[in-house]
């Protein structure tokens, strides 16, 4: 149970003073006992039960039940971990939503890190689990917003038995997690279960004590769960909420939303379901449950769907802003674009975020589509630019920053990699909008096409197969989106016409091989049969070459002119095309006649392989007219082609040193060799040490040190392999293959460019080592110039911090120490001045307490404090409640800063027992000043976005608190 005592400290509400407590590991440990260290005196309760194997015991922490006011989804995954943590769970990290297993494009469930353990293929570590998983489904995107419990991102909470406990257990657990737990009537509680699984019934109806009119045998597709087409499988049994028991129990329907919420799913897994869907028995029983924490939260919280629980909602008020629209008087339509906005920005973040980039295959395609659903949804809510006055901006990093900022209790890497996610946002959605743009015009007028044609042969309207194809193809539309805009207007699509083009242009694609056939509207041709591009860059940086095609905005072109983009395709190049992680070489294309100046150049910024073997040389005109069947003079910048070069042969020899390292194990699972640096992505478990980092960088600079000449040769494939050549990552490699070898170090499969010798590599240093997926590390270094600039630059940062300090170098980490010391100091004595200033400020006040009631009983003082920060209001507040006797109510305002409101009401017993409840009173309040807030029914504190209108939520709080005290009081 080590590691425990930070979760069950920090994960609850703050306890009222005198009974905080302090959770530590005992060194002598006795059958997983930990000791509890006391503080202040208060007498714990304990919570001890058995999980065969594994015993522990901890403090139950003040829970919501001790404070209903503060139902918060964060304090619901740490209770429902901390439940089983003290059955002998082992409390394991969320796996990333990219997945190890190859039968899933995302994960979907919290058991599938678990998979391997199930199907017996690895041991397991421990007997049971616990986890709060991070998962992503897609399967019913169209329900977002529209029900009140789909999501595409959701968490999983999960408890997992692997051959421990089983199935009365599981039934056991679960029930008193709902019930005593997390409070939940019993009565309001129904079952079901498999229609054979007889166990599960008695279970439930005679152990449990459930009326066996609330639990229902339902069939397959409810009650047999299996992970994917193929896994573990078995049947289950799910607990449903109850909102309207009132309705009884004939006739009930467990599949009625309006009713019923299925929250906590117990799979009782027994089988293995194989390709032929057949099922074979597991090894050993298991246990894999998932509590949707977002369904228990809306059920907790009372909200009437999951997108208004605090784990989504703070998103949907930002849209809210951003679109200038009020969520709460919104009609149906654009609260459900903003339901679908607050559910789609969770799954982008943390897709990005655990290493999905955009794209139009596979997860990337997920991750692009979720982002063009929420790009249009903005655009259909009226959402212009940035929202910080930037028109042209982009709205998605803006959203983003809420979902970071909720993102801690989740994935706390997430913030870490905030600003690549953002960039990544603005560079998707700015791209889309263009698309957008052009898309839209041409689909209004499909679709005006498909309602007038309707309209005059009386048929229903349709959009044609091949406009949807035209979309999608040449303005790269998303056919989803077309889909969804026809749908709003009446029109269906026909999917039979789609597929159909989509098909054809396959097959014309896989007929193309290295030949090439670029039709244009007009139906001349870009190029007929282009042959492959004859690459000579290896041995020379520099020949003459023959103008074949040139293409200016994807159009063919005899001539292009000064100034204008031009992708120019040449019979033979010295010119490296971007492949391999290599990104692809600079230079010049020259035209000269004569010995005299060029009479015009070309400046190649990019060169990628395409249909093939071709390579594109893609630049701007920037002198005189370039034609096609000219010759030119090929010239490849030579100083960007060996920083290139240094790059690439410094990344095999990284990859030698962390299979010397850290094990053999380890394999490539991406690269990027630029000019400026290289990026390495490997597979591995875990951060590497900062002392393994350093033996990965005295090794590579040794072997740079040794001046080892390269050989590179080509051979047959079979051969370079049995050699022990390595493979580069996503490579496809035919018969012959290019193998770079360092003697002694590596030996490996490539066509990149690469140094003669190590010495030319000069130095290498890696400047950053991260996590970008579960199980992918990515280090970044620099090599060549690009490590004499790095190690130039940090000395010039050193000397002028170490000037301004006025210390030595090796001075500098005690002189930063003890400035960051001091700093606290300050810090701490500036809180605790402004807390007496407050204090001071209270006493002022004090005499302007009313009297309310029959007998002037109750005291009640109202007040702004002016610009008091929320910390020193809170002081205040105590010391009022302290200097009137009780029963008294105290309501204080400030405003703390621009565009910031803070609001704290504090109420003695002798108010509360009267009904009224501090945490309630101050969030309606709160609500005045654009805010919210809660807390305990004696003492709340809340915020708000605008001052202006705290003169007039204090004036309608101190009218609120009269009246009900007068009420009271008489």
């Given at each position: 149970?080590?590691?425990?005592?930070?979760?069950?400290?920090q994960?609850?509400?703050?306890?009222k003073?005198?009974?905080?407590?302090?959770?530590?590991?005992?060194?002598?440990?006795?059958?997983?006992?930990?000791?509890?260290?006391?503080?202040?005196?208060?007498?714990?309760?304990?919570?001890?039960?058995?999980?065969?194997?594994?015993?522990?015991?901890?403090?139950a922490?003040?829970?919501?039940?001790?404070n209903?006011?503060?139902?918060?989804?964060n304090?619901i995954?740490?209770?429902?971990?901390?439940?089983?943590?003290?059955?002998?769970h082992?409390?394991?990290p969320?796996?990333?939503?990219v997945?190890?297993?190859?039968?899933?494009?995302?994960t979907?469930?919290?058991?599938?890190?678990?998979?391997?353990?199930?199907?017996?293929?690895?041991?397991?570590?421990?007997?049971?689990?616990?986890?709060?998983?991070?998962?992503?489904r897609?399967n019913?995107?169209?329900n977002?917003?529209?029900?009140?419990?789909?999501?595409?991102?959701?968490?999983?909470?999960?408890?997992?038995?692997?051959?421990?406990?089983?199935?009365?257990?599981?039934?056991?657990?679960?029930?008193?997690?709902?019930?005593?737990?997390?409070?939940?009537?019993?009565?309001?509680?129904?079952?079901?279960?498999?229609?054979?699984?007889?166990?599960?019934?008695?279970?439930?109806?005679?152990?449990v004590?459930?009326?066996?009119?609330?639990i229902k045998?339902?069939?397959?597709?409810?009650?047999?769960?299996?992970?994917?087409?193929?896994?573990?499988?078995?049947?289950?049994?799910?607990?449903?909420?109850?909102?309207?028991?009132?309705?009884?129990?004939v006739?009930?329907?467990?599949n009625?939303?309006?009713?019923?919420?299925?929250?906590y799913?117990?799979?009782f897994?027994?089988?293995?379901?194989?390709?032929d869907?057949?099922?074979e028995p597991?090894?050993?029983?298991?246990?894999?449950?998932?509590?949707?924490?977002?369904?228990?939260?809306?059920?907790l919280?009372?909200?009437?769907?999951?997108?208004?629980?605090?784990?989504?909602f703070?998103?949907?008020?930002?849209?809210?802003k951003?679109?200038n629209?009020?969520?709460?008087?919104?009609?149906?339509?654009?609260?459900?674009?903003?339901?679908?906005?607050?559910?789609?920005?969770?799954?982008i973040?943390?897709l990005i975020?655990?290493?999905?980039v955009?794209?139009?295959v596979?997860?990337?395609?997920?991750v692009?589509?979720?982002?063009?659903?929420?790009?249009?949804?903005?655009?259909?809510?009226?959402?212009?630019?940035?929202?910080?006055?930037?028109?042209?901006?982009?709205?998605?990093?803006?959203?983003a920053?809420?979902?970071?900022?909720?993102?801690?209790?989740?994935?706390?890497?997430?913030?870490?990699k905030?600003?690549?996610i953002?960039?990544?946002l603005?560079r998707?959605?700015?791209?889309?909008?263009?698309?957008?743009?052009r898309?839209?015009?041409l689909?209004?007028?499909?679709?005006?096409d498909?309602i007038?044609?309707?309209?005059?042969?009386?048929?229903?309207?349709?959009?044609?197969?091949?406009?949807?194809?035209?979309?999608?193809?040449t303005?790269?539309?998303?056919?989803?989106?077309?889909?969804?805009?026809?749908?709003?207007?009446g029109?269906?699509?026909?999917?039979?016409?789609?597929?159909i083009?989509?098909?054809r242009q396959?097959?014309?694609?896989q007929?193309?091989?290295?030949?090439v056939k670029?039709?244009?509207?007009?139906?001349?041709?870009?190029?007929?049969?282009?042959?492959d591009?004859?690459?000579?860059?290896?041995?020379?940086?520099?020949?003459?070459?023959?103008?074949?095609?040139?293409?200016?905005?994807g159009?063919?072109?005899?001539?292009?002119?000064?100034?204008?983009?031009?992708e120019?395709?040449?019979?033979?190049t010295?010119?490296y095309?971007?492949?391999?992680?290599?990104?692809?070489?600079?230079?010049?294309?020259y035209?000269?006649?004569?010995?005299?100046?060029?009479?015009?150049?070309?400046?190649?910024?990019?060169?990628?392989k395409?249909?093939?073997?071709?390579?594109?040389?893609?630049?701007?005109?920037?002198?005189?007219?370039?034609?096609?069947g000219?010759?030119?003079?090929?010239a490849?910048?030579?100083?960007?082609?060996?920083?290139?070069?240094?790059h690439?042969?410094?990344?095999?020899?990284l990859?030698?040193?962390?299979?010397?390292?850290?094990?053999?194990?380890?394999?490539?699972?991406?690269?990027?060799?630029?000019f400026?640096?290289?990026?390495?992505?490997?597979?591995?478990?875990?951060?590497l040490r900062?002392?393994?980092?350093?033996?990965?960088?005295?090794?590579?600079?040794?072997?740079?040190?040794d001046?080892?000449?390269?050989?590179?040769?080509?051979?047959?494939?079979?051969?370079?392999k049995?050699?022990?050549?390595i493979?580069?990552?996503?490579?496809?490699?035919?018969?012959?293959?290019?193998?770079?070898?360092?003697?002694?170090?590596?030996?490996?499969?490539?066509?990149?460019?690469?140094?003669?010798?190590?010495?030319?590599?000069?130095?290498?240093k890696?400047i950053?080592?991260?996590?970008?997926?579960?199980?992918?590390r990515?280090?970044?270094a620099?090599?060549?110039?690009a490590?004499?600039?790095?190690?130039?630059?940090?000395?010039?940062?050193?000397?002028?911090?170490?000037?301004?300090?006025k210390?030595?170098?090796?001075?500098?980490?005690t002189?930063?120490?003890?400035?960051?010391?001091?700093l606290r100091?300050?810090?701490?004595?500036?809180?605790?001045?402004?807390?007496?200033?407050?204090i001071y400020k209270?006493?002022?006040?004090?005499?302007k307490?009313?009297?309310?009631?029959?007998?002037?009983?109750?005291?009640?003082?109202?007040?702004?404090l002016?610009?008091?920060?929320?910390?020193?209001l809170?002081?205040?507040?105590?010391?009022?409640?302290e200097?009137?006797?009780?029963?008294a109510a105290v309501?204080?305002?400030?405003?703390?800063?621009?565009?910031?409101?803070?609001?704290?009401?504090?109420?003695?017993?002798?108010?509360?027992?009267?009904?009224?409840?501090?945490?309630?009173?101050?969030?309606?309040i709160?609500?005045?000043?654009?805010?919210g807030?809660?807390?305990?029914?004696?003492?709340?504190q809340a915020?708000?976005?605008?001052?202006?209108n705290?003169?007039?939520?204090?004036d309608?709080a101190?009218?609120e608190?009269l009246?009900?005290?007068?009420?009271?009081?008489?």
């Amino acid at each position: 149970m080590e590691g425990l005592a930070v979760p069950v400290a920090q994960s609850f509400p703050k306890p009222k003073v005198g009974v905080a407590a302090i959770l530590t590991p005992c060194n002598n440990r006795n059958n997983g006992f930990v000791s509890l260290k006391p503080h202040r005196g208060r007498a714990f309760r304990f919570r001890t039960s058995l999980c065969s194997q594994a015993k522990a015991q901890v403090a139950a922490p003040v829970t919501e039940k001790d404070n209903p006011n503060c139902v918060s989804g964060n304090s619901i995954r740490q209770r429902f971990l901390n439940f089983y943590a003290s059955r002998g769970h082992k409390l394991l990290p969320s796996a990333s939503l990219v997945p190890d297993d190859p039968t899933v494009l995302l994960t979907i469930a919290g058991m599938l890190q678990f998979k391997p353990i199930f199907l017996g293929k690895v041991p397991r570590q421990v007997p049971c689990a616990a986890t709060a998983q991070r998962c992503i489904r897609t399967n019913d995107i169209h329900n977002v917003g529209l029900t009140a419990r789909h999501q595409t991102f959701f968490e999983m909470l999960g408890n997992f038995s692997f051959g421990d406990y089983f199935k009365r257990q599981a039934i056991l657990w679960a029930w008193e997690l709902s019930t005593a737990e997390f409070g939940l009537p019993p009565d309001r509680l129904w079952v079901s279960v498999y229609e054979d699984d007889d166990e599960a019934f008695q279970l439930w109806s005679q152990e449990v004590g459930v009326p066996v009119q609330r639990i229902k045998r339902l069939g397959e597709e409810d009650n047999f769960w299996t992970s994917g087409v193929t896994g573990p499988c078995g049947p289950c049994s799910e607990i449903y909420y109850d909102f309207h028991p009132e309705r009884g129990y004939v006739d009930a329907d467990l599949n009625d939303d309006t009713r019923f919420i299925e929250f906590y799913n117990l799979v009782f897994m027994q089988y293995n379901k194989k390709d032929d869907g057949s099922l074979e028995p597991l090894k050993q029983k298991n246990i894999d449950t998932g509590l949707g924490l977002e369904r228990m939260a809306r059920i907790l919280q009372k909200v009437p769907n999951n997108y208004e629980t605090d784990l989504i909602f703070p998103i949907i008020e930002k849209a809210s802003k951003l679109a200038n629209v009020s969520y709460g008087i919104a009609d149906d339509q654009t609260k459900r674009n903003l339901k679908i906005i607050g559910d789609h920005m969770r799954a982008i973040v943390f897709l990005i975020s655990d290493g999905v980039v955009p794209s139009n295959v596979g997860r990337g395609y997920v991750v692009r589509r979720l982002i063009r659903r929420v790009v249009r949804t903005g655009r259909l809510l009226g959402i212009k630019g940035d929202g910080r006055g930037d028109l042209e901006g982009a709205f998605l990093p803006i959203i983003a920053e809420k979902v970071v900022e909720l993102s801690t209790h989740i994935d706390a890497d997430v913030k870490n990699k905030a600003p690549r996610i953002f960039e990544e946002l603005k560079r998707e959605e700015l791209r889309f909008v263009q698309t957008l743009e052009r898309g839209e015009k041409l689909l209004e007028e499909k679709l005006a096409d498909a309602i007038s044609s309707a309209e005059r042969n009386g048929t229903v309207p349709c959009l044609a197969g091949e406009d949807v194809f035209l979309l999608y193809d040449t303005y790269g539309y998303p056919m989803e989106i077309t889909k969804e805009v026809a749908e709003e207007r009446g029109v269906s699509i026909d999917m039979v016409g789609f597929d159909i083009e989509m098909e054809r242009q396959r097959r014309q694609s896989q007929a193309a091989h290295n030949t090439v056939k670029l039709d244009i509207a007009n139906g001349d041709n870009i190029a007929e049969d282009v042959p492959d591009t004859e690459f000579i860059g290896y041995d020379s940086l520099h020949c003459k070459a023959m103008i074949e095609s040139l293409i200016v905005n994807g159009n063919p072109a005899v001539q292009v002119s000064e100034g204008s983009n031009v992708e120019v395709l040449l019979n033979k190049t010295p010119f490296y095309a971007e492949s391999g992680g290599q990104i692809g070489d600079h230079g010049f294309l020259y035209i000269s006649e004569g010995e005299n100046q060029p009479i015009a150049v070309v400046e190649v910024l990019d060169v990628q392989k395409s249909l093939g073997n071709i390579f594109v040389h893609k630049g701007t005109v920037q002198k005189g007219v370039v034609e096609v069947g000219k010759e030119v003079e090929a010239a490849v910048d030579v100083k960007l082609r060996q920083r290139a070069k240094v790059h690439h042969t410094a990344t095999h020899l990284l990859q030698a040193a962390l299979k010397k390292v850290i094990g053999q194990e380890t394999s490539q699972a991406g690269s990027l060799v630029a000019f400026d640096r290289l990026r390495f992505d490997f597979n591995f478990h875990r951060p590497l040490r900062d002392s393994e980092l350093a033996e990965i960088e005295v090794l590579i600079n040794g072997w740079i040190e040794d001046a080892t000449l390269l050989r590179t040769k080509v051979m047959p494939l079979a051969d370079a392999k049995s050699a022990g050549a390595i493979a580069m990552f996503g490579e496809k490699y035919g018969e012959e293959v290019r193998v770079v070898e360092v003697p002694g170090v590596s030996m490996e499969l490539c066509g990149g460019t690469h140094v003669s010798n190590t010495s030319e590599i000069r130095g290498f240093k890696i400047i950053s080592e991260q996590g970008i997926a579960s199980g992918i590390r990515r280090i970044e270094a620099v090599a060549g110039d690009a490590f004499i600039e790095y190690i130039s630059a940090r000395d010039f940062y050193l000397k002028q911090l170490c000037s301004t300090l006025k210390v030595k170098p090796e001075e500098l980490t005690t002189r930063i120490e003890n400035l960051l010391e001091e700093l606290r100091e300050a810090r701490n004595e500036n809180s605790a001045v402004r807390a007496k200033a407050a204090i001071y400020k209270a006493s002022v006040i004090a005499n302007k307490a009313l009297l309310v009631g029959n007998s002037k009983q109750f005291r009640v003082l109202v007040e702004c404090l002016d610009d008091v920060d929320a910390e020193s209001l809170k002081s205040a507040a105590e010391y009022l409640l302290e200097t009137l006797t009780d029963p008294a109510a105290v309501v204080l305002g400030s405003c703390p800063g621009e565009g910031k409101v803070s609001l704290v009401a504090a109420f003695t017993a002798g108010v509360v027992d009267q009904g009224i409840q501090a945490g309630k009173f101050i969030g309606k309040i709160a609500k005045l000043c654009g805010g919210g807030g809660g807390g305990r029914p004696n003492f709340a504190q809340a915020g708000g976005r605008n001052p202006e209108n705290l003169a007039s939520a204090l004036d309608k709080a101190r009218s609120e608190l009269l009246a009900k005290l007068c009420e009271k009081g008489n």
